[in-house]
């Protein structure tokens, strides 16, 4: 089990951003790659979070399902969205997916970068178990080690995992970088659709600082 408490004491002080948009690279990727519209899909959401994303699935008629390991968020989402109070499930994604139905789509946006190596890989081996054959797997943000972040995180036992004592990721849990060779490795059973890195090189207000994160699309053949 890898989820941090730490997120529920952001939802209940509210100190993590309550976003209520979804995110234009989720939106852009889920209908480039998962044609929704031609029949009804059904999706699964790791680490809905505040829900930024929900209002965007069921705008296309989805069938949605989420889970997030903190309760806070999830009763607060229960309460806004009382028609899939039976569908959205306090839990950690690298525990179990306890749903009964599989996917044709499971998504993640931000999530899933914050568990360790060993978490990710047992949470990728569920996503693959809940997906249909063919259903896709869509990741968006996972961060890279191009990431400013990467140099400045405090080392753990995992390399590819820093904690932070300040800055933009302080107070959350810590954060996992990716570069393309652990990607691959990370999505071995997978077959590759589109791994796409975006590297920002932000200049005000402060000049060259580099965000970087990847975008993947993962297909289970
Ligand atoms: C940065 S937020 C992203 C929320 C949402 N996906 C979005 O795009 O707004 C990360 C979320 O992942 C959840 N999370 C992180 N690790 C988790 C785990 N192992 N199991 C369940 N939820 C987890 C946190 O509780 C938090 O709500």
């Known amino acids: ?26 939106v852009s990727y889920v209908m480039r790659f998962s044609k929704p519209g031609k029949s009804k899909i059904r999706v699964l959401e790791l680490g809905c979070g ?18 997030d390991g903190s309760k806070t968020t999830i009763r607060k ?17 690298t525990k ?17 970068n914050h568990n360790p190596t060993n978490g990710i890989k047992k949470c990728l081996d569920l996503v ?7 259903g896709k797997f869509i990741g968006i943000d996972w961060v890279s080690t191009r990431d400013i972040g990467y140099k400045s995180g405090r080392k753990t036992n995992d390399i590819f995992t820093k904690s932070y004592v300040g800055g933009r990721y302080y107070g959350v849990s810590k954060i996992h970088f990716n570069n393309e060779k652990h990607l691959l490795n990370l999505l071995k059973n997978f077959k590759i659709l589109c791994l796409d890195e975006k590297i920002y090189k932000s200049i005000i207000p402060i000049k060259n600082k580099t ?3 990847w975008n993947i699309v993962a297909q289970k053949s």
């Open 128 to 134: 693959h178990q809940k997906l249909k054959t063919n």
């Open 96 to 112: 179990e997916l306890p749903f009964q139905k599989k996917f044709d789509l499971i998504v993640d946006r931000a999530s899933i």
């Open 77 to 93: 989402l229960k309460k806004k969205n009382p028609m899939l109070k039976n569908n959205i499930v306090v839990g950690d994604f």
């Open 211 to 213: 965000i970087a994160a």
């Open 1 to 26: 089990m890898t989820f941090s408490n730490k997120w529920d004491t952001c939802y209940k002080n509210k100190t993590h951003s309550m976003n209520n948009w979804p995110f234009s690279d989720l």
């Open 50 to 67: 505040s829900g930024a994303n929900i209002p965007f699935f069921l705008s296309l008629n989805a069938e949605y399902f989420g889970i």
